[in-house]
């Protein structure tokens, strides 16, 4: 950092992930993984709102699959995964657990995957330390649904690439386990696929897409009696694009200082070239994004532990069901080098027939979205003035087939509208520079199925509201500040029943958080300055009830707690 002098030399260098370099951050010392999974007020140790996985009260067994691994170079870490003995399903629940740690010292953040049998188990990123923090942190998912993949002995890999040397010397170490839960007739066991298909699926973890033409590719041949089928789905942006929502058109660049191909990015999923659904992208900030005092206690949403996207492929059953190999193929609409992806197709059998029949009716889905691009610089010959950018896309569409089972004719339709707004607001001159984003994901779906017992409407509602500003200011002497405000929304709404409006889930979560950093006359680092930032998450489900939680931090230490019944 002792090289930035200038502001557009501060932006180029603050708009990417970088390590706390020789910064002292309030927190403990940590030699090996310690985790408190109570907040602790005082503490530095990185801390989400959202809840621990519910568990269910019956006997649980434990599988470790590794101990106080460490993460010190760019290679993958290998593990041999057998099923519990004296456990052997059907299981109520699976829960993923690991815990983290990194050395005090100087480290990027770095990306967390774990795979077994090649399908993702977990994706998330880690912590940056600092010279007197040592972070530790704790993550868990449900992976109940990939029960088919635990009921035989599989080989696993933990992709935590980390460079170590005299530069950057923070080391990582983990554990990681799952934990299976029996099932009672209080906690019976619930419907989990038959079948897990990763994608891709072959060592190395997730593919690399550099541009709207890569493709992640999966050829599969899945039994003759596919009754529904799902791809999770994850999408992580990466080196020029991981800053996305920043981006601008490629004729802008320039005078605007920012990347290209617009703010506006889709995961795009065909099935043997046809269309067959959408994911959005998240704006995923990690902890070293734009600011790395931004997220110290409190991380951005998901930064840790990432949510994949469920894309609904059933009206497609009957194809999967042909007996004939079939390539599903997942890409990034304007990927700009570059998006790593990763998904799981999950497959329901019909366990009356050993064949379904069928077709695919309906599909209004186009190959690529059409974004709409408004640009307004008021720009002089020195490039000062202000400049507005904004581009969005709306999506309609409908998707619709059936099969023929054991117990009936069944059609499935799904129908989405997914829509995008991303404005951008510039203002440069010789001693300013901000700019002031607003973004917006919106998907609004609905799955309705038909059979000989009726009809069912499940509905899924996402919200991804997203605001940013970074305000750089030069005084006289020549002094810098960049101000960054963040305010990141994650909302997801689930409802069923004959008409779709039985509510089923809902989880809104939300982080904002702000900081100043300070560069004296030489554009050297001098300190951050008025860090304070919220993270609330509230869940209501209908197995489980309803929860809350609020956490404030101030000066990179957690201030408070607050939680309700």
């Known amino acids: 950092m002792s090289t930035i002098l200038s502001y557009p030399a501060i932006r180029r260098k603050l708009l990417?992930?970088?390590?706390?370099?020789?910064?002292?951050?309030?927190?403990?010392?940590?030699?090996?993984?310690?985790?408190?999974k109570s907040p602790v007020i005082g503490s530095s140790n990185p801390l989400s709102a959202e809840p621990l996985v519910p568990r269910p009260s019956t006997r649980r067994c434990i599988v470790h699959l590794f101990t106080d691994q460490e993460f010190a170079d760019y290679s993958a870490k290998t593990f041999n995964y057998v099923p519990p003995p004296n456990c052997p399903g059907p299981w109520s629940k699976v829960v993923f657990t690991a815990d983290f740690t990194v050395t005090k010292g100087?480290?990027?953040d770095r990306t967390a995957s774990i795979y077994l049998g090649h399908a993702n188990i977990y994706y998330g990123t880690t912590s940056e330390p600092g010279t007197t923090l040592s972070p530790s942190w704790h993550?868990?998912?449900?992976?109940?649904?990939?029960?088919?993949?635990?009921?035989?002995p599989q080989s696993g890999e933990a992709d935590i690439y980390n460079i170590v040397n005299s530069t950057y010397t923070g080391i990582i170490y983990a554990n990681a386990e799952l934990q299976f839960y029996a099932a009672s007739d209080e906690f019976p066991a619930p419907v989990t696929p038959d079948v897990v298909v990763p994608m891709p699926d072959a060592a190395g973890g997730a593919a690399l897409l550099s541009t709207t033409a890569s493709q992640l590719t999966q050829t599969v041949t899945l039994p003759t009696n596919v009754e529904r089928a799902y791809l999770d789905v994850i999408a992580q942006s990466q080196s020029d694009d991981e800053f996305w929502y920043t981006c601008v058109p490629n004729n802008v660049t320039g005078p605007l200082e920012s990347c290209g191909n617009t703010a506006f990015r889709e995961t795009e999923?065909?099935?043997?070239?046809?269309?067959?659904?959408?994911?959005?992208?998240?704006?995923?900030?990690?902890?070293?994004?734009?600011?790395?005092?931004?997220?110290?206690?409190?991380?951005?949403?998901?930064?840790l532990d990432f949510k994949p996207y469920r894309v609904d492929l059933t009206p497609f059953a009957s194809l999967f069901s042909d007996g004939k190999s079939h390539e599903?193929?997942?890409?990034?609409?304007?990927?700009?080098?570059?998006?790593?992806?990763t998904a799981n197709l999950l497959a329901y059998t019909d366990k009356g027939t050993n064949a379904v029949t069928g077709r695919v009716t309906v599909d209004t889905l186009t190959p690529a979205p059409y974004p709409e691009v408004v640009e307004d610089l008021d720009l002089d010959a020195s490039g000062n003035g202000t400049a507005?950018?904004?581009?969005?896309?709306?999506?309609?569409?409908?998707?619709?087939?059936?099969?023929?089972?054991?117990?009936?004719?069944?059609?499935?339709?799904?129908?989405?509208?997914?829509?995008?707004?991303?404005?951008?607001?510039?203002?440069?001159?010789?001693?300013e520079y901000v700019q002031a984003i607003t973004q917006s994901t919106t998907v609004y779906a609905s799955?309705?199925?038909?059979?000989?017992?009726?009809?069912?409407?499940?509905t899924a509602t996402y919200l991804y509201p997203f605001s940013i500003t970074i305000n750089v200011q030069v005084a006289a002497d020549g002094s810098e500040t960049q101000t960054t405000t963040s305010d990141q929304t994650y909302g997801a709404y689930l409802r069923g029943g004959t008409a779709g409006d039985t509510p089923l889930f809902a989880d809104d979560e939300e982080v904002k958080t702000t900081d100043t950093l300070n560069f004296n006359s030489s554009g050297d680092f001098t300190g951050n300055t008025g860090n304070t930032s919220t993270a609330t998450d509230s869940q209501w489900s209908v197995a489980d009830g309803g929860y809350y939680r609020g956490l404030t931090s101030s000066g990179g230490v957690l201030t408070g707690i607050s939680d309700k019944p």
């Open 16 to 36: 990417s992930s970088f390590a706390l370099v020789a910064l002292a951050v309030p927190g403990l010392s940590h030699g090996q993984i310690v985790i408190t």
């Open 106 to 108: 100087v480290q990027y």
């Open 139 to 152: 993550v868990e998912r449900d992976v109940t649904d990939l029960s088919a993949l635990f009921h035989s």
């Open 269 to 303: 999923i065909s099935i043997d070239g046809t269309p067959a659904g959408v994911a959005p992208v998240y704006p995923w900030i990690y902890t070293g994004g734009i600011d790395p005092f931004l997220w110290i206690p409190l991380p951005g949403v998901q930064t």
């Open 328 to 341: 599903v193929a997942l890409s990034v609409f304007n990927a700009d080098s570059y998006f790593l992806a």
């Open 388 to 431: 507005t950018v904004s581009v969005t896309s709306a999506r309609k569409f409908d998707i619709s087939g059936y099969v023929n089972t054991s117990h009936g004719l069944v059609v499935t339709t799904v129908a989405q509208n997914v829509n995008f707004s991303n404005d951008q607001k510039f203002t440069l001159s010789d001693t």
């Open 447 to 458: 799955t309705t199925t038909k059979s000989p017992t009726g009809t069912t409407v499940d």
